[in-house]
């Protein structure tokens, strides 16, 4: 089993910064591919960026691109997501995932672990 924890979150300008962090514990993730998702009121969970086991590969929602990165310490167990140039559209939960197979993906469900949440409020 993995646990996931997110911090990080909370109310910035748009124009701002945050960075939202994902500690793992129960085991390594270290060959576990994973990924941030959000959700906004009323919306569904959709995909923002992805990260490969070894860092090498990343994805990302278009409406992001230029704007957020994803990375990872595989020795602090840890993912991130650095989110700049915020926008009030970006209000949302973030949900960091981890998915048990090392090749990252954008789908929701093959995802196994899912952490609880933190909330990122962007005002105009």
């Known amino acids: 089993q993995v646990q996931l924890v997110e911090s990080g979150g909370g109310l910035v300008q748009a124009g701002g910064s945050l960075r939202l962090s994902c500690a793992a514990s129960g085991r390594s993730i270290s060959s576990y591919a994973m990924g941030w998702f959000r959700q906004a009121p009323g919306k569904e969970r959709e995909f923002v960026a992805s990260?490969?086991?070894?860092?090498?590969?990343?994805k990302y929602v278009d409406s992001v691109k230029g704007r957020f990165t994803i990375s990872r310490d595989n020795a602090k167990n840890t993912v991130y997501l650095q989110m700049n140039s915020l926008k009030p559209e970006d209000t949302a939960v973030y949900y960091c995932?981890?998915?048990?197979?090392?090749?990252?993906?954008?789908?929701?469900?093959?995802?196994?672990?899912w952490g609880q949440g933190t909330q990122v409020t962007v005002s105009s």
């Open positions: 990260i490969s086991w070894s860092g090498f590969s990343t």
């Open positions: 995932a981890a998915r048990g197979v090392r090749s990252s993906s954008t789908v929701r469900g093959e995802y196994e672990y």
